[in-house]
């Protein structure tokens, strides 16, 4: 299995434009969360969904962001419009309860917004 | 309730030397504590984890020390190498969905 798979791995935009991050989980898995890293508040958990269901939002900062996820091999994570104090690493990671609670992490997007 | 508090932020050891990472959390319902590695550019990887019911957990040159009275678990790793370089996270969770709450992260930095 190739793993969690995030694009892209770097995003440079400007201050008010739309950005959306894509993630595949790794196949079978019927968790998904999304993660944003930055050095001031560490890893925070933004939102997961179960089966595709959005199950806690309650970490989205605000409005500007949305998570979608169709169907159970792809999932988008959007900020529109985005900020600077938006740039950070975002990471998506999946699981399968049926095996166990560990949390694979993809690479991670790494967003720049000027 | 929800936070997991971390220390040291940072840690720098000879190479052998034995670094330990300490964690604390307050929710008495978290039932799973995983340690995370994670390398510069890369996403966190599970290193090794432990549930309440035992003391403590060895994985090669890895061990989870775990006291539930005084609610603190800790990652000692043994015989360090350069190669142990990365950032490590403790982790808490509790229910089904294991829904992760981390702690801020120590950055280790073995030296040769």
């Known amino acids: 299995d190739a793993g969690v798979i995030q694009s892209p791995r770097h995003e440079v935009t400007e201050m008010g434009q739309e950005v959306t991050l894509r993630c595949k989980p790794i196949?079978?898995?019927?968790?998904l969360f999304w993660y944003r890293q930055t050095m001031m508040r560490g890893l925070e958990l933004l939102i997961y969904?179960?089966?595709?269901?959005?199950?806690?939002d309650s970490g989205m900062p605000e409005d500007r962001f949305s998570a979608k996820m169709p169907n159970a091999s792809f999932s988008t994570l959007k900020i529109q419009p985005s900020e600077p104090r938006d740039s950070a690493v975002y990471f998506c990671?999946?699981?399968?309860?049926?095996?166990?609670?560990?949390?694979?992490f993809g690479p991670g997007t790494r967003l720049t917004v000027t | 309730q929800q936070q997991v508090k971390q220390s040291p932020q940072s840690l720098i050891v000879q190479k052998g030397g034995i670094p330990i990472i300490n964690c604390a959390y307050e929710?008495?319902?978290?039932?799973?504590f995983p340690w995370y590695q994670q390398f510069p550019g890369k996403g966190p990887a599970l290193l090794i984890a432990?549930?309440?019911?035992?003391s403590e957990k060895k994985e090669g040159r890895f061990t989870i020390s775990f006291n539930k009275s005084a609610k603190q678990f800790s990652l000692h790793i043994m015989d360090s190498q350069p190669g142990d370089s990365a950032t490590y996270f403790c982790a808490a969770s509790k229910g089904s969905a294991r829904q992760l709450t981390f702690g801020s992260g120590t950055q280790l930095t073995v030296l040769p």
């Open positions: 929710n008495t319902a978290f039932d799973y």
């Open positions: 990671a999946s699981k399968n309860l049926a095996i166990g609670a560990e949390q694979y």
């Open positions: 196949s079978g898995h019927d968790y």
């Open positions: 432990i549930r309440p019911d035992v």
């Open positions: 969904f179960n089966n595709n269901v959005p199950i806690d």
